[in-house]
């Protein structure tokens, strides 16, 4: 290392001047210092340790203190060590007592209060003010829950406007320390999140975001205006980022802002975008003649950035290791500092090397110390902030204010902040690291080192569209324009490659807008019922002869097919069945993971597998498959479902009759000509639409239809079952039956659930898609301990929902699937009305099949609402008084498919999992939405008659298995001894 580097000798004056004593959250000393390092040393115990802080709020007897406390850190095999055991209940006493609790609570509160100021402005009063009076500066944020509805968010902007006026009472004769520059710096400074203001911000809801949040941000940028003051847009995950800089861009460009430069936005240096982010606002202040505050920090989300992007498959926006995030921090703070005409620069950082090269550069480029600024968390790093501060540097503090309970999520980050291993904190005072070595310079990112290949081998889930990328969202627009363009058309039957342009006509709507037809199916009768299954029994003989390899590659056509089509095949759900652009996307991405796993599966299957065999005995064990299939599908997964059930059969040797839903042909005709344009023999797949109960009970019970995929309604599925098992003059096989039906779902709400994460998970599980999954959630199971709270903001959280037209982007919920079921729907909402209490939310459209998202409280125990599949957005709210009955009551239904459990008890988390009936269970979070190879789908009881779809049984049940076993031996020579 260069001994001379300007930054190399800043960083040593740095570190000369740093007090010895130990940031607070590191000294040993102190109850939480000690428990840090202890967290450090052993791994597990930080696990616990951080989730049990994280739960802790919820906590609120000493009884459940208690319990938890054994859950976590005493639970199997891991025993507390004595001095663990001590310092968490503060006390020798023993876990059980309601005192060791309360001093564990007291010394909780007051670990939390290192990193929070206090509960409220008033309380933080004295905190502010002990800052004040040593010279330091700060900017203060308000913690808070997400804001998950519309009465949240207000709340928080009208705390936030209090928060404001608050301080500009307490500041108004206050000047910044110098030699902070007034203009530049004012005293009274607040940080603002665009994601508390405004409940539907999300990356699909673009337009509107950006909207709603410019409108939010307004009536506080006026205030913080009027008092002179300073107003920071904090950055949150990386899926917000470009809202927030586009409404603060267009909330500055108001008239009514011009010209002021009283607000600042931060960015992250951890994201791969951030540098051109920072052109884009240096462009924008430039060309407006402004300046705007840019605070660069490194960036709080990186675990969640990079377990999101690679739960999705998406490239990650942050950057692989520590040191290019830091790498990167220097780039953009040089690029800061070269352009102080038109942008203020605000550095938000603990690390030596990076102060050090910060004020190095602000040296080499002339600014100076006034005209920047160093900020730094509250309750980290005093030992740099002393420093600094004898070096003249104003160092101003990120102060949180808030409750403790919505306080947990900022706490927990800062408590993974400093143990994480790279972090410097860590590195610089516990580990000890050589102070050289922390000064040396971050590496840079090279972006050709980091690229992975598309092409490995084996099965990858087909990643999810990412809305916040702009060509995404415009290329959806431009698909429903295009496919709209194509509505209307007739759709003809087709058998043995032959189409019958005629029949019993199916006419398709938009049910977002019924006047729209999107296409004209023609039915089959019973003749052409005949044709197809004459058809499929001649094609099999040529199918079934074709090699495992030969059938696998149709399948792999047809996903290459609508890879390339993926976005008309989501306008086509859009227009014909109600799905929103995310619900749409993911039905389509999840028909092509079905074709390309079950197209490997059957690789893995297809050939001949050797057995035990003896000297003289050749055993071997292939199977073949079961002859014609007759798929018949519904109509809320329209291609994902048909395209499941089509391509198992299909791929295992089968030929195949295709019935769709009448109410989804035409998406069906989508799914038929995927596998003709990949090349399909003729005869091997037939596309036989027509209403259920004109065509379907004669194809079930035809003598040489062999099996039945199906999946729809638990009543017609046993239908199905009923009549396949009645044997029919001529009939060689007992027909398979592979039934997928529906579910009472249920999700329990533990007592110390997450609220935050329970209420959004159920109200994704209840009404995305409307409710029309076979997964949806229609019952919430909550504990007594939690339930006025959790349906509190659960029933705001539901007025909160916007209905609307599927192929708006603003509209989470659509309409529902038609005209009939909607009136059923309706009818089960008046029988919880006259049975117990409603809450709905807004008014829902006219024009389309809409029902508006509803709750149905305080039903009598035998309310059929409690009972029934009601495939809409209807969801019952029922009250347990503990664990014992709310399993009771998730378990008493007859269907099990899926069910979910929020809670932060390991305890209850290991019954639950033990006790649910239900063939899907998800553990703190939504209960639909699983993908092919991770979660294998599908329930029993009266749910389903089949193994798991997406999972390596699935192929299984289109085939049946056959042993041949072969004497090698004649007269007395084996061709094995011999050999
Ligand atoms: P549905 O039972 O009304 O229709 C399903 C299919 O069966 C349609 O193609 C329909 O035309 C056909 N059909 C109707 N009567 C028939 C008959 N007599 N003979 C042969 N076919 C007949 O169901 P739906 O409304 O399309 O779908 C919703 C239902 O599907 C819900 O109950 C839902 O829970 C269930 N579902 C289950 C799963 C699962 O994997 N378990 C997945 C999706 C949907």
């Given at each position: 290392m260069d001994a001379n580097d300007p930054v190399v000798e800043k960083g040593r004056e740095i570190f000369s001047l740093m007090e010895a004593e130990q940031p607070a959250v590191f000294d040993r000393h102190r109850w939480a210092g000690e428990l840090m390092h202890l967290a450090m040393k052993d791994p597990h115990l930080k696990v616990q340790l951080f989730r049990f802080v994280d739960a802790f709020p919820t906590l609120t007897s000493s009884e459940l203190i208690t319990r938890h406390l054994r859950e976590y850190f005493l639970s199997g095999e891991a025993h507390l060590s004595p001095i663990v055991q001590q310092l968490l209940v503060g006390a020798s006493s023993g876990l059980a007592s309601g005192v060791t609790s309360a001093i564990l609570r007291r010394n909780i509160m007051s670990f939390a209060r290192t990193f929070i100021a206090g509960e409220t402005p008033a309380s933080a009063g004295k905190t502010l003010q002990r800052l004040r009076e040593t010279g330091r500066t700060f900017t203060v944020d308000l913690l808070g829950e997400a804001a998950l509805s519309e009465q949240e968010s207000s709340r928080y902007s009208d705390l936030y406007l209090e928060l404001v006026e608050h301080l500009a009472a307490d500041l108004r004769h206050r000047h910044a320390p110098a030699p902070l520059r007034e203009d530049l710096f004012p005293y009274l400074n607040v940080s603002v999140k665009a994601s508390s203001l405004f409940p539907r911000i999300g990356p699909l809801n673009y337009e509107e975001s950006v909207e709603q949040v410019r409108v939010r941000l307004r009536p506080i940028f006026r205030k913080v205006r009027e008092a002179g003051g300073f107003i920071n847009l904090d950055m949150e995950m990386f899926s917000l980022k470009n809202i927030t800089i586009e409404s603060f861009i267009a909330l500055l460009d108001e008239e009514e802002f011009a010209g002021w430069n009283g607000a600042g936005i931060a960015l992250q240096a951890y994201l791969k975008e951030t540098e051109e982010d920072l052109y884009r606002l240096a462009e924008w202040a430039e060309s407006g003649r402004r300046k705007v505050t840019v605070r660069l920090v490194k960036g709080a989300y990186w675990e969640y950035e990079t377990v999101n992007a690679a739960q999705k498959g998406w490239p990650s926006p942050v950057f692989p290791r520590k040191t290019h995030t830091d790498w990167n921090f220097e780039r953009c703070a040089e690029f800061m500092l070269r352009n102080s005409h038109c942008i203020t620069s605000a550095f938000g950082t603990h690390n030596v090397r990076t102060l050090a090269f910060v004020l190095a550069t602000a040296e080499r480029v002339s600014v100076p110390s006034g005209e920047f600024e160093v900020q730094m968390l509250y309750g980290m790093a005093e030992p740099v902030k002393s420093a600094l501060r004898e070096m003249g540097q104003v160092v101003r503090e990120y102060v949180p204010i808030g409750e403790l309970l919505p306080g947990m999520a900022y706490l927990v980050r800062r408590l993974l902040e400093n143990t994480s291993n790279e972090g410097f904190l860590r590195q610089a005072?516990?580990?000890?690291?050589?102070r050289d070595a922390l000064l040396a310079p971050p590496e840079p990112w090279r972006r050709e080192e980091h690229v992975v290949s598309s092409e490995e081998p084996g099965f990858r889930n087909e990643p999810p569209l990412d809305f916040s990328l702009p060509e995404n969202r415009r290329g959806c627009r431009e698909a429903v324009q295009r496919v709209r363009g194509k509505l209307g058309s007739l759709y003809p039957v087709v058998i043995d490659g032959k189409e019958y342009p005629a029949g019993n006509s199916i006419e398709s709507r938009n049910p977002s807008n019924p006047d729209e037809i999107v296409g004209t199916v023609f039915g089959i009768d019973r003749e052409l019922a005949d044709r197809a299954v004459a058809s499929a029994v001649k094609a099999q003989a040529v199918w079934r002869a074709a090699s495992a390899q030969e059938r696998a590659d149709v399948l792999f056509r047809a996903a290459a097919i609508a890879r390339r089509d993926r976005l008309e095949l989501l306008a086509w759900q859009v227009l014909e069945t109600g799905k929103n652009w995310a619900e749409a996307d993911a039905d389509v991405i999840e028909a092509i993971d079905y074709l390309e796993y079950y197209g490997r599966e059957m690789l893995r299957l297809g050939g001949r597998r050797r057995l035990i065999c003896p000297p003289g005995e050749e055993n071997l064990y292939h199977y073949q498959p079961r002859g014609v299939g007759l798929v018949i599908a519904p109509w809320n997964f329209p291609l994902a479902i048909s395209v499941g059930m089509t391509a198992a059969a299909l791929v295992t040797g089968n030929t195949v009759l295709y019935k769709p839903s009448s109410l989804s042909p035409v998406n069906g005709w989508q799914m038929f000509r995927l596998f003709r344009e990949a090349g399909l023999p003729d005869g091997v797949l037939s596309f036989v639409p027509g209403k259920g109960e004109a065509v379907g009970d004669h194809l079930v019970a035809h003598t040489d239809i062999d099996f039945i995929a199906f999946t729809g309604s638990r009543e017609v599925g046993l239908h199905i079952v009923e009549l396949a098992g009645r044997k029919a003059y001529g009939q060689r096989s007992v027909k398979h039956c592979v039934i997928e039906m529906g579910g009472k779902n249920a999700i329990i709400v533990d007592e110390d659930a997450d609220l935050d994460q329970a209420v959004a998970g159920v109200v994704h599980s209840a009404f995305s898609y409307q409710g029309q999954k076979c997964s949806a959630c229609s019952r919430v199971i909550v504990l007594a301990g939690c339930y006025d709270r959790f349906v509190q903001r659960l029933a705001d959280a539901v007025r909160t929902i916007a209905v609307g037209p599927a192929e708006d982007p603003a509209c989470f919920m659509g309409p529902v699937i038609e005209g009939g079921p909607r009136d059923v729907i309706l009818g089960y909402i008046e029988t919880a009305r006259e049975e117990g209490r409603v809450i709905q939310g807004g008014p829902v459209p006219e024009s389309g099949w809409y029902v508006p998202p509803t709750l149905a409280l305080d039903l009598p125990p035998e309310s059929r609402l409690l009972r029934e599949e009601i495939f809409g957005p209807v969801l019952a709210v029922m009250r347990a008084k503990d664990l014992d009955e709310a399993l009771r009551l998730a378990n008493g239904t007859d269907f099990a498919l899926t069910g979910g459990v929020y809670s932060r008890s390991p305890a209850t988390i290991q019954r639950v999992m033990a006790e649910f009936r239900a063939g899907n269970l998800y553990i703190n979070r939504s209960i639909t939405g699983a993908i092919v190879g991770r979660q294998p789908f599908g329930g029993f009881g009266m749910s389903g008659l089949g193994s798991k779809a997406g999972g390596s049984d699935y192929l299984l049940q289109f085939m049946v298995p056959r042993v041949i076993t072969e004497n090698t031996m004649r007269r007395g020579f084996t061709p094995e001894v011999i050999a």
């Open positions: 005072f516990v580990e000890n690291v050589d």
